[in-house]
């Protein structure tokens, strides 16, 4: 079956733009999780989706946002850009990684979308 | 507040030879911890997850284990192969809150170059 999908893989913005990032998870999963992964930080958990709804969230501020729609598809958004923001941007899907002892946690990863803010 | 770590942050070994990778973890309360790798530009590809209450997990060359007491674990790979070459992240998933909040918490991966 198909893996998790992101669009676009790589695009440019520049400082003060927004941007709109998407990930089809594999079919079946509803949740979906959002990580930003940089040189200096590693991966940061940004937020998770279960279900449409926000289940968790990390600590981004307030210009991260994101959102789950009814056929399990998610997209986050930045708005105000910064230099900073320059990441790769990967999504996650599983059935229900916080369902314990169970195979549903476990986690696949899209390839990611990589943006950069000159 | 958890915090992974992976050490070394790099490993060059000859191929052919058997490895350790390390990963410790500073709060035992955990759900599961879970293995990956990721290539250069790349996604993060599932290797093995272990539950809170298994001790390992076996997957071809691959064995992860898991002391939840010592909040470590290591990943054993056999027979290296130029292959193998790739960074090599755990993350363990854990609650973060008494309000149901949970949340996978990642290391920062060892870089792993199998030599011809």
């Known amino acids: 079956k198909a893996g998790v999908t992101q669009t676009p893989r790589y695009l440019i913005k520049t400082r003060g733009q927004q941007v709109t990032l998407s990930c089809s998870p594999i079919?079946?999963?509803?949740?979906v999780s959002w990580y930003q992964q940089t040189p200096g930080q590693g991966l940061q958990f940004l937020f998770e989706?279960?279900?449409?709804?926000?289940?968790n969230k990390g600590n981004f501020p307030g210009r991260f946002s994101g959102r789950q729609f009814s056929n399990s598809r998610s997209e986050m958004n930045v708005s105000t850009l910064e230099l900073g923001d320059s990441a790769l941007y990967l999504c996650?899907?599983?059935?229900?990684?916080?369902?314990?002892?169970?195979?549903?946690?476990?986690?696949?990863f899209g390839e990611g979308s990589w943006l950069t803010v000159v | 507040k958890q915090e992974v770590t992976q050490i070394p942050a790099a490993l060059s070994v000859p191929e052919g030879e058997n490895l350790v990778l390390n990963c410790s973890f500073t709060?035992?309360?955990?759900?599961?911890l879970q293995w990956f790798r990721q290539d250069p530009g790349k996604g993060l590809t599932s290797l093995l997850l272990?539950?809170?209450?298994?001790r390992e997990q076996t997957s071809g060359r691959l064995n992860a284990s898991l002391d939840k007491s010592s909040g470590r674990s290591t990943l054993y790979i056999a027979a290296s192969q130029p292959g193998d070459s790739a960074t090599y992240l755990c993350a363990v998933h854990a609650s973060i809150s008494n309000f149901g909040n949970e949340k996978l918490t990642f290391g920062t991966g060892t870089r792993l170059t199998i030599i011809p």
């Open positions: 996650a899907s599983s059935w229900d990684y916080r369902k314990t002892g169970s195979s549903g946690n476990t986690i696949y």
């Open positions: 272990i539950q809170s209450s298994q």
């Open positions: 709060d035992s309360a955990i759900y599961n």
């Open positions: 989706y279960f279900s449409e709804t926000q289940r």
């Open positions: 079919s079946g999963h509803r949740s």
